[in-house]
């Protein structure tokens, strides 16, 4: 049986770039089209669970990740109000014994770039910069693309168009028509200081989580300790055009600045004097494709990001679509309809998750506090635990070439 001769991609960030190493590893070639000129340092901090980082491994790109992450030791959730700690949740070691991959804080930026030098070093994956998708048409023998670089539209012709281009997706759009992703009315302010600029408690490889009335904030290190990730979440707004604009350093300040945030956690949002703030979206389900066009990431499902697995849920797309494609190599629309089922549930089950756990965050009053107290009676390990479901799923085999075992250090 033969393989499908060429798989388009659009969008060279996370989900894409994995996507194309993932097809182009059972030996299909990959051309990725992004209309950006080029991949800048754009961004903020991310988090990897286990599940996400063992397709990296599998993909060999954990090994070029190296330096750049932080194996953080434990998730400690803070109260906001008092600065005590509610409950810690043990990673580390722990996570890798538990999981057998670790858990991962790093740089965006950092992960787009191991991406991005494993998808050159790959000889069936071809990269266009400034290459923007306008339109395509579906027919017998596959999909015909127009792309318009440096002004010029010219025609592509592939077997399977993949989608990766983002929350607002063109490719989306062009299949049918439907509702804009949905404003949850809660924006999230994004700043990176170094970490010499903070209190050397919040230098330490942890992830601190502290929650508050209606807001909650999450911070971490990245750039291999160098860099300290903060993200401040509260219910807000939109008054900006795009979904993403810089903010007001007093604008920040003004919004935590209440009574029930304590002084060490205001100290520490008093340190950025940039950010950026980010209005948070969703879509209800996963996307179903149509013929052999389907997408991956949040074009598909975004997340929001209380769950911690926009990225991780793109990452694991890509698996499942190589899998699919080298089970039904020469039917190529039924094996993107087989990629979608597999899928359907399991990203459904962790929107559904984020949203819950989203909506724990934004308790207030009373509800606080029992939230404050449930968390503090289930106890770390049991913690750990309730995210079994998530961090033990295993990428399929997709007949990839045999790579070495990975190293899961991180120096």
């Known amino acids: 049986m033969a393989l499908p001769r060429q798989v388009l991609i659009t969008g060279a960030g996370i989900g894409g770039l994995s996507a ?29 669970s286990p599940n996400a980082v063992r397709v990296l491994a599998q993909l060999g790109v954990a090994e070029r990740l190296k330096g750049t ?32 991959a670790p858990f991962w804080v790093l740089h965006r930026a950092d992960l787009q770039a191991a991406l991005l030098d494993a998808a050159k070093a790959h000889s069936d994956i071809t990269l266009s910069l400034g290459t923007r998708v306008e339109d395509y048409a579906e027919h017998a023998n596959g999909v015909t693309v127009q792309a318009r670089r440096h002004g010029q539209i010219t025609e592509r012709h592939c077997s399977v168009l993949i989608g990766a281009d983002g929350l607002w997706s063109p490719v989306r759009a062009r299949m049918r028509r439907e509702r804009p992703p949905t404003f949850r009315h809660r924006t999230a302010w994004r700043a990176l200081v170094p970490a010499a600029d903070v209190l050397p408690l919040w ?69 950025p004097d940039q950010w950026s703030k980010w209005a948070l979206h969703d879509r209800p389900g996963a996307h179903r494709g149509r013929g052999p ?20 849920m793109a990452i694991e797309d890509a698996a499942v679509l190589a899998a699919c494609l080298s089970e039904q190599p020469d039917k190529p629309a039924k094996a993107l309809r087989a990629y979608e089922k597999t899928r ?23 509800e606080a506090g029992l939230r404050n107290l449930g968390l503090r009676m289930m106890g770390g390990e049991r913690l750990l635990a309730h995210y079994d479901w998530l961090y033990r799923w295993q990428p399929p085999q997709a007949k990839p070439i045999p790579l070495p075992a990975a190293d899961f250090s991180t120096e």
């Open 69 to 100: 992450v932080v194996a953080p030791e434990a998730l400690r959730v803070m109260n906001a109000g008092n600065g005590r700690e509610i409950v810690r949740m043990p990673l580390g070691s722990a996570a890798v014994k538990r999981y057998g």
């Open 344 to 366: 359907r549930k399991r990203v459904q089950r962790a929107q559904k998750a984020a949203r819950k756990q989203g909506s724990v965050y934004g308790r207030s009053g009373p």
């Open 293 to 312: 066009v389907a997408l991956v990431g949040d074009a598909s499902h975004p997340m929001l990001p209380f769950l911690a697995q926009g990225a991780g």
């Open 203 to 271: 230098r330490q490889p942890e992830v601190h989580l502290w929650l508050g009335r209606d807001t909650h904030l999450v911070h971490y290190p990245v750039k291999g300790g160098a860099l300290i990730n903060i993200v401040a979440i509260a219910e807000d707004e939109w008054q900006a055009r795009t979904w993403t604009a810089p903010a007001d350093r007093n604008e920040v300040l003004r919004r935590f600045s209440r009574w029930d945030w304590s002084e060490q956690a205001r100290n520490l949002l008093a340190v």
């Open 20 to 48: 194309a190493l993932a097809v182009a590893r059972i030996g299909i070639h990959v051309d990725v089209l992004e209309q950006a000129q080029q991949l800048e340092e754009a961004g903020a901090g991310i988090q990897l």
